[in-house]
Every structure is written in C-alpha cells, then in structure tokens.
C-alpha cells in the first residue's frame, strides 16, 4: 500500500514563529504536493513539485515555502507564522505517468493552530 | 472563473440509496475525481471519470457528462462507515486539479 506520512498530526505554535511541516511518500511519486483545507472551502493548493529540486507555486503560496531535496520529502515552511495560516494541511502525492489516472494518496493531515 | 459546486450536506437512512452531485464550470476537462473523506482522516481516492457515462464500483457508481458539466456519485445499500464527506474535483486544461468544498453525508439508522 502507498504510504504518505505526515511528521506531526497536531501543531500549536505562536505568531510569528518558523514552522516545518514535513511529508515523506514510499512509493517512488513523483509528483508531490501540499495543500490546506478549511471549513467550507475546497482543497487549496499551496505548492507541489514535480521532481526533486523542482518546486511550482499553487494558488495560495503567499507566506509558504517548500523544499524537495529527495524525491521521497516535501516539506513546507511557514516562515514566520500567523493566525491566518490556522488550518488543516494535507500532504499528497501521485505518479507522474501517462497510464495512471493521476489519482492523489494523502496523508493523514497536519492540523496547526497558530497563536 | 473555475467552480466546482456539490451539496453542502446530505442525510440517508441506513440501507438506502443516496446521489451526492456535482456540477462543474473549468477551463478544459482532463478527467474528474471523486474522494472520501472521513472526519479527521487524510481523503482516499474512489472513482475517476473521463468518458461520459457510469463507472461501478461494488456499492459506489460515479456518472459523468462532459456536455452538461455534471456528475454523480451514487452509493448503494449505504452503511454506517459510509457516513463521511465526498469531494469531488476536476482536471483542468493545465492538468490541475479543482476542488468542491465538498459534501458531507450523515447515514441514520
């Protein structure tokens, strides 16, 4: 079974601290991505990358960054943290190839509240 | 713009049949997703649609009409574990995916 694990379930942090959230995938995707998800709103992309080193800006980048240095991790950074970055963040990966549909595997969330 | 609109929430009875919907408006169609999502859980995949028409899956069936920017997921015989929310999203042009808010279903005994 793909496994996407997510280092830390529950975060609390205050304003204006560095958070990293980190993601590792065991099935060899590789594309990767992060996301965060709020009450009543859709899945909101924040970066993914498509290779390692490779990093594309989704819809929300601003006040994140990320880092793909292996091909297994992906972690994002808040660099200074706010309350409005409060939220669910999810991690997910897929295969990049033609004959996969593309589907997404997910891990369990990393729910961060920030102070 | 890109919208995906789905149900806020749904109720069922325990054994029924219940259709979640979703209709879309995208800039290009490469195919349409649907997930579970139980609370607290990550989402897992459960059908993917490209060509009009049914998909079944045991008690799950995903219909899709590109013409009509439409689509539904129809779960059968429902059971307790079913209760959970049911996200659908869309492949753009660009291969990106767009995300409903999703649509959570309660299941009653």
């Known amino acids: 079974d793909v496994k996407v694990t997510q280092s830390s379930r529950y975060l609390v942090k205050r304003t204006g601290e560095k958070v990293f959230l980190e993601c590792v995938q065991d099935m060899d995707h590789e594309n990767m991505f992060w996301y965060r998800q709020d009450p009543g709103l859709g899945l909101r992309l924040i970066y993914f990358?498509?290779?390692?080193?490779?990093?594309e800006k989704g819809d929300i980048p601003e006040g994140y960054s990320v880092s793909r240095e292996k091909k297994e991790r992906f972690s994002l950074i808040l660099e200074s943290a706010s309350t409005n970055q409060t939220s669910m963040y999810l991690c997910?990966?897929?295969?990049?190839?033609?004959?996969?549909?593309?589907?997404?595997?997910f891990g369990e969330g990393s729910r961060l509240t920030v102070l | 713009g890109q919208n995906i609109d789905q149900p806020t929430e749904m109720t069922a009875t325990e054994g029924a049949i219940v259709q979640i919907n979703c209709t879309y408006q995208t800039s290009g169609f490469n195919g349409l997703f649907w997930y579970q999502q139980h609370a607290g859980e990550a989402p897992t995949f459960l059908s993917y649609?490209?060509l009009d028409g049914l998909e079944e899956k045991g008690r799950f069936s995903s219909f899709l009409s590109r013409s009509k920017g439409y689509s539904y997921l129809l779960l059968k015989e429902l059971q307790m574990k079913d209760s959970a929310s049911y996200l659908c999203?869309?492949?753009?042009?660009?291969?990106?995916?767009?995300w409903g808010a999703g649509t959570k279903l309660i299941i009653k005994p």
């Open positions: 990358s498509y290779d390692v080193k490779m990093k």
């Open positions: 649609n490209v």
């Open positions: 997910a990966s897929s295969f990049a190839s033609d004959s996969h549909t593309g589907e997404l595997f």
């Open positions: 999203a869309v492949r753009d042009s660009n291969y990106q995916l767009i």
